[in-house]
């Protein structure tokens, strides 16, 4: 079995409007299909592309549940294994069609001490490119507040 070394991230060595590194996911057409099937999500406009286009949408497109996991993935992955999501909110702009790719950036809003917890709030932006990563457009925003350990006394 192959051993995973994780960045373990503190408290202390995070710093308030800190960057969270940009994160890209491929939308294929079968990683949507894949989350129909893995949320029991079965609105067609999510695995049939003529309901989509009648919508407006040139192809099938993601649901809720995958910004919300995306969103979790990169703070986590970002934070370590003892990242602890203590709340989450997402503000889902536009649909995200198979054949683009999603990208989320963030940064550290606000680092506190709450009820002897040690607080970081995070704001993230997904947005959404199809062939030139320049010409981007934005499609969600979250507002994350997760909770990291603090270092043991030496």
Known sequence: MRKINYRFRYWEDVKENEIIPEVKLPITYRRVIQSVAATRDF?????SPEYAQAQGIENIYLNTMVFEG?????????????TWIRKRKIRMLRPVPAG????CTGKVVKKYVI???FC?????????????PSKT???????????????KPT
């Open 70 to 82: 995306f969103v979790d993935k990169v703070i986590t992955s970002w934070g370590g294994p003892h």
């Open 115 to 117: 009820n002897e917890e």
């Open 120 to 132: 970081l709030d995070l704001e993230l932006i997904l947005q959404k490119f199809k062939e030139d």
């Open 100 to 103: 683009s790719t999603l990208t």
């Open 137 to 151: 457009e934005k499609v969600c925003m979250a507002w994350v507040t997760i909770i990291l350990p603090k270092k």
């Open 43 to 47: 609105f067609p406009a999510f695995f």
